[in-house]
Structures are given as structure tokens and as C-alpha cells.
């Protein structure tokens, strides 16, 4: 719900614009003076809009406008005011304010300078981002990050960005890994220099190390100039290696030597090259699982993987959700010239409860598709058929569970009503790990699942179970006895 700031001195009118705002589905805090307004927008960058009472003792409108712009802080101001001169009134729009009203207002032009001034707001902020992001100066302040699970990453990056050490940031696809490099880029000394990446499981085989390290005329057919590569490109700034596990054997070795010696060898030079460039590298497979497996050399693992950062998927940030989408909904209104100026609340429920295994990127395309599509100004539930697919078809099964009497005891897996058995067979496999309030379920949930399940599986017999399992059997009996599990199993049913 996004927050806006009502100052008014006079308590009558400042409660009355607040309620207004309230009843809009906007959460209204309120200030009596100036300064205490500033106070206000200083500590919470989450507010969107401010509507501001221009005559006030001390610190009147005027004044906290200039001190907003002298402290940049760039929130849209609605100003509202008892009496009006042409001569305010143009001041005030100088001083960069959204709109005006003599005051009474009525509620419904305030509601909607409100919302105007909010999308502007949004659109805005987007092209600040964008132009941030060409210029490698993009920061945490162009990036939405207000779930509680994105402060780790929010923090980490800053640290980050104060030192040359490598960075590995580890995530799923589309969570936002190229965004977070970014940052470390654009918030560190390194800012505005070349930011250069790599899609390393995208390079031919043939092509890698040239294309990291350059090549000398003549290295190998073909060559017919000399051709500095990515490194070299990005000198003085930060390279993005993505997809850094998928880098073949021989090119491991030789970003190792970058790594410790600071030098590249282009293909067919003589002699190596010093290069100064910051490694940023990301990768949705667990890095460590690849060296383990033998497919990453461990030296190189330790190298890349100095300060690491795990950048959380969407379904563990949904608070992000709603803001995202306005994001989204602003930038692709704008760039298609269609006028979609926001989202109904059940479709953004929708959207909420959703798992996006895609992250940002798929909620990026699903919102750009309703965009184009829709015929409408809001978004609406119908704008989002494959969400609405999916999402029913698990809430479908979900609901058939609920149908089914669920008995209070524990019960031998094996008489447990068909319908649920057949139910947890085919619930998607993520969903399993999610408990009826949809947070993830503690390890002692699934355990005592997984073993109900085996148990079922095997018609109860208990030494085959604690076999598949990889247990022993005591170790079995004892956890059995930990989930009350024992009821109707009979311990000889080996
Ligand atoms: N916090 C965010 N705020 C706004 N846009 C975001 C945010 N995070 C990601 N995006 C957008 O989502 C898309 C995917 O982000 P990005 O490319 O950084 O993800 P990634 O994890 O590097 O993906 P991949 O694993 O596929 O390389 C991009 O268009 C990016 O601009």
C-alpha cells in the first residue's frame, strides 16, 4: 500500500485529506508543521507523494519544498492552499510541484492528482534507472528492493562495492543477479567506467578464450587484425562473467592466472598483458555443487567466490511484488504508447500469489504481454490467462485435499484416503515444500512426510525403508517415534 504524507496545521483538514487518502486504498501519515514533515520524508524513503497546506507557521510549504530540494528528495508535492495568488501558484510549480488546489479540494481531483502524480513519479524513476544503467553510476536507490529478504543482498552490495575483491552472486534465473553486479559497480570507485559482460555458457567452444583475452593477427585463421577481448574492453572498470561455470577446462586456468597475477594472455601474443579489471562473476547452478562434482576447479571456486551473495527468488519476496509491477506496467505503458495506468487488487493478488519459478524476468514478459494486450486502462485478472492457468490448476488440488477429511491421528500412510495420495503424486514439486500458509516447510515436515510416504511406499516393510531411506533402522524407529508416526505400524513389519 503506498504510503503518502499529509501536512496540514490545522488538525480538522489534515484529518479530513488523510481519510481521503485512506479510503483511495493509499496508507496516509500525517505532519502539522514543516519540519516535522521533513522529519518524516527524511526517514522513510518509502513515501510516494506528499500533499502540502502552503501557509503554515514556521516552516511554511514554500520552505519545505526548498529544503526537500536542497536534501534530494524528490517525491511529488501536491500543494494545496487556503487562499491562492497567481504569483504562489507559480512559484510552487517552479519549485517543481506536481500540482495545486485551493483548498476545498474535492476528494475525487485530489484522488486522482494523487495517482497522476504517483505514476509520473514511477515512470520517472524508471528512466533515472535506465540512464543510471548506461551510464555504470546504477545504485541501490534505482533498484526495488523493499522485502525484508532483499536487506542481505541490499547490505552485501554496498560492502561490496568499497573494495576490488572478486564478487560471486548466486541465484536462480532472472532474480536480478546482472542488476546487484551493477550496483557494486555503480555504488563503488569504479562508477561510470566500462561495464562489460560475458554470457559465458553462450560463447562457441571455439570462441571462448578469444573473446575474454583478444587475439594477435595471424593466432588462427581468420585472424586478420589483432582483437582485444572483453577483459581488455572492460579495463579500469568490472567484468560481468555470466554463467561462469559453464566455462570450458583450459579458459579456468587461464582466468585463474587473471585472478592472481592481473594478467591476460590474448590468443597468439607472446607475452601476457596487465589489465585492471574488477570480477563480478553470477551463476544459477550452485558453484560449489560443480566443483564438487569435479566440473569447476576448486582453486578457481575459492578465488571468484571471496565475498558471495545470494540474490533470493521472487516467491521468497513477494512484498516486492506490487512495485515491481508498477514498475513494469509504467516503462512498458510508456514505450508501447498504450494508456494502462495501474492494476486492479484481485489481479495483483493474482500476481502475488504466484511462484514466478522465471523470477523478475518472467514477471518482466507477463507484465509487458497484459500491457499490450489488454483493452482496458487497469490491468485486470483476465489480462493474466496463463497465471490464472496455473495458478488454478494448483488450487484445484489444493482444494481437493481440503475436501477430503483429513483424520486427527496419525495414520499408516497406507489408509489414508486414495484422493490424497494421488494428490501429493502429482502436486508440483515445489509446492510440496510449502506448508498451508505457503512459507516454506521446516526440514521436520518434510522429513516426517518423506517417511510416511516411504513407509507407504513399501507396504510398512521397515527394513526396506530405512534402506531407500539411507538410515538405520533404529535411527528409523527413533524418528517414528519423534513424529508420532508408530500408530497401526507394527515394528516386526520388517
Ligand atoms: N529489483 C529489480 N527492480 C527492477 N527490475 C528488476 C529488478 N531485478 C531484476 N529486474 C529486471 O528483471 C530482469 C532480469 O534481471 P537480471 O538480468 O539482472 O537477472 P539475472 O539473475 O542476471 O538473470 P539470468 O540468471 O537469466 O542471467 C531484467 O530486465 C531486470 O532489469
Redesign the pocket.
Known sequence: MTRILVVDDDPVQLRLTAEVADRAGFRALTATGGAEALRILKSDPAIGAVILDLVMPELDGMAVMEAMAREGISVPVIIQTASASLETVVTAMRQGAADYFVKPVPPERLIMSLRNALRLETLEAAVR?EQA?RSGTFSLA????EAPA?ARVATLSQKAAKSNIPVL?E????????????VIQGAGERSGKPFVIV?CGALPANLVDSTLFGHKKGAFTGAVCDQPGKFAEANGGTIFL??VGDLPPETQVKLLRVLQEGEIEPVGASRPERVNVRIIS?T?RRLLNLTKAGEFREDLYYRLNVFPIY?PPLRERRE?IA??VD??IARFAAETGKRVTGIEEGALDLLRRYDWPG???Q??NTVYRAVVLTEGAHLETADFPQVVAQLGGREAALMSLDAVPVPAAPVHVDHAPARRRQAEETAPAQDRFLDENGEVATLAAIERELIAFAIAHHDGRMARVARVLGIGRSTLYRKLHEYGLTDGIDSDAA
Request: glycine share 8%; aromatic share 2%; proline share 0%.
Open positions: 534507472a544503467r534505482h533498484m526495488i528492493t532483499m552472486i541465484g536462480e534465473t532472472g532474480v536480478g543477479k546482472e542488476l546487484v553486479a551493477r554470457n555470466d554463467e553470477a544459477n540474490v516486492d512495485a515491481l514498475h513494469f523470477n523478475i524476468r514477471l518482466e
